[in-house]
T-cell receptor, first 111, second 113 residues
Framework: SQELEQSPQSLIVQEGKNLTINCTSS?????LYWYKQKYGEGLIFLMM?????EEKSHEKITAKLDEKKQQSSLHITASQPSHAGIYLC???????????FGTGTRLKVLA | KAGVTQTPRYLIKTRGQQVTLSCSPI?????VSWYQQTPGQGLQFLFE???????NKGNFPGRFSGRQFSNSRSEMNVSTLELGDSALYLC????????????FGPGTRLTVT
């Protein structure tokens, strides 16, 4: 089983709708990162969360870290076609900076 | 500032051959990490180099090796290629490595036939 589970695996939403992607770890989180990837391309850094309860926002994307639940959520408000892509969470679960990544959530936004 | 560059972008090799991929990090970044991405296994950590030393290693066989030069450029080598090595290979650079954001290159898509 994956150490980092993302849900849902895929998501299709109408433009303007809000959506949430979850990332749950089976181990202690020493740092949680969110990235976006266009198909077949490199990853673009979105946000880094390190402390329990931490919440960060960038434009219409907000990410929160629940340290107790070992979970992070990524929320997109008023989605746009430009938000389409694959969202990946990455984390250090060993404290040794060996990063693991979730399986990704494929987001499609219908105009 | 120029981003992370990877060469070549696409590569087709035959089973049993070896391949070398190159990664040039963002100027000033001393840490370079390599990842393999496949549809089945997702994104998996290969290794990290910092100031020419391998600092971290993932769970890949010894056929996968790398090195980093004094200018922080890094190369990854895969020997005795197998069909299962077909993947998108991504490198990422960061200022210090460790906790912190990584900047990814566009990747090298390797196809092994």
């Amino acid at each position: 089983s994956q150490e980092l589970e993302q849900s849902p695996q895929s998501l299709i939403v109408q433009e303007g709708k809000n959506l949430t992607i979850n990332c749950t770890s089976s181990k202690t989180l020493y740092g949680l990162y969110w990235y976006k990837q266009k198909y077949g391309e490199g990853l673009i850094f979105l946000m880094m969360l390190q402390k329990g309860g931490e919440e960060k926002s960038h434009e219409k994307i907000t990410a929160k870290l629940d340290e107790k639940k070992q979970q992070s959520s990524l929320h997109i408000t008023a989605s746009q076609p430009s938000h389409a892509g694959i969202y990946l969470c990455g984390a250090d679960t060993s404290g040794t900076y060996k990063y693991i990544f979730g399986t990704g959530t494929r987001l499609k936004v219908l105009a | 500032k120029a981003g992370v560059t990877q060469t070549p972008r696409y590569l087709i090799k035959t089973r049993g051959q070896q391949v070398t991929l190159s990664c040039s990090p963002i100027s000033g970044h001393r840490s370079v990490s390599w990842y393999q991405q496949t549809p089945g296994q997702g994104l998996q950590f290969l290794f990290e180099y910092f100031s020419e030393t391998q600092r971290n290693k993932g769970n890949f066989p010894g056929r996968f090796s790398g090195r980093q030069f004094s200018n922080s450029r890094s190369e990854m080598n895969v020997s005795t290629l197998e069909l299962g090595d077909s993947a998108l290979y991504l490198c990422a650079s960061s200022l210090k490595g460790g906790a912190g954001e990584q900047y990814f290159g566009p990747g090298t898509r390797l196809t092994v036939t």
